[in-house]
Antibody, heavy 127, light 107 residues
Framework: QVQLQESGPGMVKPSQTLSLTCTVS??????????WNWIRQPAGKGLEWIGR???????RYNPSLKSQVTISVDTSKNQFSLNLTSVTAADTAVYYC???????????????????WGQGTLVTVSS | DIQMTQSPSSLSASVGDRVTITCRAS??????LNWYQQKPGKAPKLLIY???TLQGGVPSRFSGTGSGTDFTLTISSLQPEDFATYYC?????????FGQGTKVEIK
């Protein structure tokens, strides 16, 4: 059973960098057609996709956050990480890491879904 | 970006009721549509992918239909454990986008 676990500071000061790590257990981060994602959710609000990384290091980011975001992978540690720079109060949220499965449909085109999620970690931006 | 709009934003229903939630995409996304259930303080859980395929272990009372821009999640007979918030999500393009959620509450 694959498990994902977020870790990192629960509080970050405005203008500083938010750094989180997701540790994957129960399987290798390098095996299979999987993409490793960060998704966040402000209190009482909906889900916002931040970005993803493949084990090759190739990334895709949400354009709304692209200037702030770096997602990286460390296959030797079975981890991937999120750095979000120049944070403000608007970045206060529960941050989830999630595995995205890439699969081939009957029409031979790729499709994706998030099948495993971490429990989430609350990060508060406050001085 | 593709905008995902769910309706209603919330609904009240009783155990045993049939519940339908709608998700509309701002452009055609074929069948690249997933549904998730989220309970308070928990991570979302995948229910349905590719618009209509039930994820393993998900009860058969959940079903999904639709393609193009209009999609539906149906719970055929609402159970106590189904009271939660439901999100649709498009996997057609980047950035990945979610609907704003539909909260299913006890009547």
């Amino acid at each position: 059973q694959v498990q994902l676990q977020e870790s990192g500071p629960g509080m970050v000061k405005p203008s500083q960098t938010l750094s989180l790590t997701c540790t994957v257990s129960g399987g290798s981060i390098s095996s299979g057609n999987y993409y490793w994602n960060w998704i966040r959710q402000p209190a009482g609000k909906g889900l916002e996709w931040i970005g993803r990384v493949y084990t090759s290091g190739i990334t895709r980011y949400n354009p709304s956050l692209k200037s702030q975001v770096t997602i990286s992978v460390d296959t030797s540690k079975n981890q991937f990480s999120l750095n979000l720079t120049s944070v403000t109060a608007a970045d206060t949220a529960v941050y989830y890491c999630a595995r995205e499965v890439g699969w081939i449909t009957v029409t031979r085109v790729p499709d994706y879904y998030f099948d495993y999620w971490g429990q989430g970690t609350l990060v508060t931006v406050s001085s | 970006d593709i905008q995902m709009t769910q309706s209603p934003s919330s609904l009240s229903a009783s155990v045993g009721d049939r519940v339908t939630i709608t998700c509309r995409a701002s452009q055609s996304i074929s069948s690249y549509l997933n549904w998730y259930q989220q309970k308070p303080g928990k991570a979302p859980k995948l229910l349905i992918y590719a618009a209509s395929t039930l994820q393993g272990g998900v009860p058969s009372r959940f079903s999904g239909t639709g393609s193009g821009t209009d999609f539906t999640l149906t719970i055929s007979s609402l159970q106590p454990e189904d009271f939660a918030t439901y999100y649709c999500q498009q996997s057609y393009s980047f950035p990945r986008g979610f609907g704003q959620g539909t909260k299913v509450e006890i009547k």
